[in-house]
């Protein structure tokens, strides 16, 4: 999300990146803001630029999201390993399985925005490149 946000920012697609005024406060800017954000703000701004239309890669980006916090911040520490029996184990592995697949496609999601941000980029970067080259001494 970072560096699709990014790339947004540099190249101005879609409406601007707008941050609140304790936002501003924190993050200073828009790239610090970006440096700084929670994911789920960041998929928050990253809707509201409207450069992403599909409905369904934002379903799978918030269905995925709550599965990341959970598996950064408790998950593991939540299971009592020492004491796990054959059955909570087998639940564990369903558990993460099912947590694999949310996270699975909310990446691949995530990576063909960026590969469509890349390709914009370029893009423009050939146009300026070409205009240069039309004012070339």
């Excluded at 924190?26 to 990253?46: P, S």
């Excluded at 408790?74 to 390993?81: K, M, S, T, Y």
């Excluded at 054959?86 to 564990?92: D, G, I, T, V």
Aim: hydrophobic residues 40%.
């Amino acid at each position: 999300m970072r560096a699709i946000l990014n790339i947004q920012d540099d190249h101005y697609w879609g409406r601007d990146i707008e941050l609140n005024a304790k936002q501003l406060e924190r993050c200073k800017d828009i790239k610090g803001f970006i440096k700084g954000a929670e994911l789920g703000t960041l998929i928050e701004k990253l809707k509201k630029t409207g450069t992403v239309k599909q409905p369904e890669a934002w379903a799978i980006l918030e269905r995925a999201r709550p599965h990341r916090n959970k598996l950064a911040h408790c998950f593991l520490a939540e299971q009592n390993f020492d004491t796990m029996t054959k059955r909570r184990e087998a639940n564990l592995i369903r558990q993460l399985r099912e947590l694999y697949l949310d996270l699975y496609l909310a990446f691949y999601v995530s990576r063909l925005i960026l590969k469509q941000a890349e390709t914009l980029s370029k893009e423009e970067r050939e146009r300026v490149k070409k205009l240069f080259e039309q004012f070339a001494v």
